[in-house]
């Protein structure tokens, strides 16, 4: 069975401060998708990486994908309030009897505070 | 236009009564899921439905039965329910099934938050 460990779990931080999530494994991931839940929501992606190193930005969003494809992460720069939710990290498989198998992690809680 | 829509959104019941939540996706999708949020909000996959066919069936309770009479709609069916079943269940479609697409993403309803008193 996959584990994807993720942390940390909480964080409440000030408006404008910087911050990083991470997501490691010791399994190789075909590819690492990022989410975004708000409350009472369902999660909604907001990047998918596949090759291993790749960086991606969404705004003030950074993602990387490690260069083994075991571990990922996010980093937020100048967080506003509206980045508050939980963001979940995902996995898919790359072999064995994982292969192709989507695994989240347990997910970060990020406040943060006008 | 909701794309994945599951009703209830919230559901109240006492121990050992049978409920169903029901599930369905307007996007032409292939493959829906159904996943369990516990309170500690982690997401697990329950089941997985590709073209009416059943393909992922982790380790649930067979007390737990999904439904797809089409592949727009997966539904659940949960018999006897158990307190520990309180949880927010989530359901999840795709264009195809993760194992033939590793970038596929998901598309996830609101969710059904189920209350086991």
């Known amino acids: 069975t996959q584990l994807l460990e993720q942390s940390p779990q909480f964080l409440s931080i000030q408006e404008g401060e910087n911050l990083t999530v991470y997501c490691n494994s010791s399994?190789?991931?075909?590819?690492l998708q990022w989410y975004r839940q708000e409350p009472g929501e369902g999660p909604v992606l907001l990047v998918t990486v596949v090759t291993g190193g790749e960086v991606k930005k969404l705004k003030r969003l950074t993602f990387q994908f490690g260069d083994a494809r075991k571990d990922s992460s996010l980093h937020i720069t100048a967080a506003q309030p509206g980045d508050t939710g939980l963001y979940l990290c995902?996995?898919?498989?790359?072999?064995?009897?994982?292969?192709?198998?989507?695994?989240f992690g347990q997910g970060t809680i990020l406040t943060v505070h006008p | 236009d909701t794309a994945v829509s599951q009703t209830p959104k919230y559901l109240v019941t006492q121990m050992g009564n049978d409920k169903s939540i029901k599930c369905e996706q307007n996007l032409g999708h292939d493959t829906m899921y159904w996943y369990k949020q516990d309170s500690k909000k982690f997401l697990k996959i329950m089941f997985s439905?590709?073209?009416?066919?059943?393909?992922i069936n982790e380790t649930v309770p067979n007390r737990f039965s999904p439904k797809s009479p089409d592949k727009a709609h997966l539904n659940l069916h949960i018999n006897s329910l158990e307190l520990g079943d309180s949880a927010v269940y989530f359901c999840?479609?795709?264009?195809?099934?993760?194992?033939?697409?590793?970038?596929?993403?998901?598309?996830f309803g609101e969710g059904s938050r189920l209350t086991v008193l």
């Open positions: 995902a996995g898919v498989g790359a072999g064995g009897t994982s292969y192709g198998k989507l695994t």
């Open positions: 399994s190789v991931f075909s590819s």
């Open positions: 439905y590709n073209n009416k066919e059943l393909i």
């Open positions: 999840a479609s795709s264009r195809r099934l993760w194992a033939r697409s590793n970038t596929g993403e998901l598309f």
